[in-house]
């Protein structure tokens, strides 16, 4: 699990925005309860920012170099599935 969250050297922030409440939030804060210590513990100088909002639908930024920015909705999907799509994001240069 821990070479999923090596991330790229040109990642410079990851951003996840959800809701603290909602179901629909739900997988996203069950991901980030299990993979943020080792997220974090892997790459300790990459902020990994957690936004919580009321009735915000949730998603996953990556923010590179010289600022370039990509994100990825994640309602609806299974703990596995955002596993894959952050995997993706922290992977790309």
């Given at each position: 699990?821990s070479?999923k969250?090596?991330f ?11 809701c ?13 309860k ?7 513990k892997n ?6 920012l957690?936004?919580e909002?009321a ?39």
């Amino acid at each position: 699990m821990s070479a999923k969250y090596a991330f790229s050297q040109g990642l410079k922030e990851l951003r996840f925005l959800f809701c603290h409440t909602s179901a629909h939030s739900e997988a996203t804060r069950s991901f980030l309860k299990r993979a943020y210590p080792t997220m974090k513990k892997n790459n300790p100088y990459i902020p990994i920012l957690m936004r919580e909002a009321a009735g915000t639908e949730p998603r996953v930024y990556a923010r590179y170099a010289l600022g370039k920015e990509k994100f990825e909705m994640l309602n609806g999907l299974s703990d596995k599935e955002i596993e894959e799509k952050v995997t993706s994001l922290v992977k790309t240069v």
